[in-house]
């Protein structure tokens, strides 16, 4: 089967990933909860977060909030840079049965920057918080999966970021010599 078709073939599957999953918000405790995670995901969460930690604890939480903002900086120029690049259009702008629950950030859908931000903050703020993991790993899961049941983005969109946030986020603890995480 020639590569047009695969794609082709993927972009129907992940359409009606999309759809099922979208369909979901018809219920508003569903649409609400997903709906507060990604509005928290946007940036809200993460400034909470880094503001804790660095009142809690001082020049250490400096230091790991300092990683976070950087690694977030590069993660920004990543996505933004793909996302003029591929030009994806969200599945909500491509299948009309697909609703967007919450007013998308850009126009493009590959990568999201909400997954990839979530999966590389939460790398990065557990490799000098373990203990935090607890919240800041279904947070993650969580926003990632908000992006596909509001209608922003494909299945695919999310992985990608997946992968990219891990990458960078090992990459960006590995040069800076913690590597109690990777």
């Known amino acids: ?3 047009l078709q695969r ?3 993927l972009i129907q599957h992940e359409s009606g990933w999309c759809l099922r999953a979208n369909h979901a918000c018809t219920r508003q405790y569903i649409r609400a909860y997903f709906a507060s995670v990604s509005r928290l995901g946007d940036g809200v969460f993460w400034y909470v977060l880094m503001a804790v930690l660095v009142a809690v604890d001082g020049y250490h939480g ?3 909030t300092a990683h976070m903002a950087i690694t977030a900086a590069i993660a920004l120029l990543m996505y933004k840079g793909l996302k003029r690049w591929t030009k994806r259009p969200r599945p909500c702008a491509a299948n009309p049965e697909i609703r967007a629950w919450v007013a ?3 126009e493009f ?3 999201s920057g909400h997954t990839l931000h979530a999966v590389s903050f939460s790398i990065v703020a557990v490799a000098y918080y373990p203990m935090l993991a607890w919240l800041l790993m279904p947070f993650a899961v969580s926003v990632a999966m908000s992006r596909v ?3 922003l983005h494909y299945p695919s ?3 990608a970021a997946t992968g990219i946030g891990i990458g960078l986020s090992s990459a960006s603890l590995w040069l800076a010599g913690n590597t109690t995480f990777i």
């Open 149 to 151: 049941v509001l209608g």
């Open 1 to 3: 089967m020639p590569v």
């Open 7 to 9: 794609l082709e073939r």
């Open 157 to 159: 969109d999310v992985i």
């Open 109 to 111: 859908s590959f990568p």
């Open 62 to 64: 400096l230091l790991a």
């Open 104 to 106: 998308p950030l850009d």
